[in-house]
Every structure is written in C-alpha cells, then in structure tokens.
C-alpha cells in the first residue's frame, strides 16, 4: 500500500520529460542535481549547491502529493532512485570520521 501523502519526502517530478526522481540523501542526489541543473538551467550551472537543489524542488515538487496522484504519475512516467549499500555508508562515514585531511592513500 501507499502512504496516505508523501510526508516530506523528496519526491520529485519532471512533468515536461516525464520522469520522477526521488531524491535519497547521501546517494548520488548532488551529482544528480548537478548534472540536472547542467542540463535544464545552464545559467546557474555554477551556483552554490542550496540554490541549484533550492532550483530543482521549487521545479519538480508535485503540487499534489497524494498517494492517488503518485500511483498515477509512476504508471506513466520514468521513476528511479539511487540508493546506496548499507556497508558503504558505513565505511564512508569511517573514513569522514578518522580521516579528515581527505588521503585516502591506502586505497592505492
């Protein structure tokens, strides 16, 4: 079943295109909004990282965020989402912590 509305999820929704992205932290949504804004709004390719993600959601956030309108929406449009492997998160947030200078040299 669907949830009754989609709460503050960052559901999002390409009408022109067709296609819905929802948008997981930590997952690939920085260089997805950069690759977007790249593509769709080229004058504010360089801007900071808030506004082109600010860009995006007051483009693509569904006026109606219903389960209805949701269910109806991914029977005709592209849908995906990047998600990450939980044990990478966790790695990930080991090197941040016990790494800070960024010399991931024993990768090498």
């Not at 260089?31 to 860009?55: R, V």
């Amino acid at each position: 079943k669907y949830p009754k509305d989609l709460g503050n999820a960052d559901v999002l929704i390409n009408t022109k295109d067709k296609f819905m992205w929802c948008k997981v932290p930590k997952a690939a949504s920085s260089s997805l909004t950069s690759l977007f804004t790249k593509i769709w709004w080229p004058a504010i390719e360089n801007a900071s990282i808030p506004k082109t993600h600010g860009t995006i959601i007051n483009a693509w956030r569904p006026r109606q965020r219903s389960s209805e309108y949701i269910r109806n929406v991914t029977s005709r449009y592209f849908s995906f989402l990047v998600s990450r492997h939980p044990l990478e998160r966790i790695l990930s947030a080991y090197r941040d912590r016990f790494f800070l200078n960024g010399d991931f040299s024993y990768e090498r």
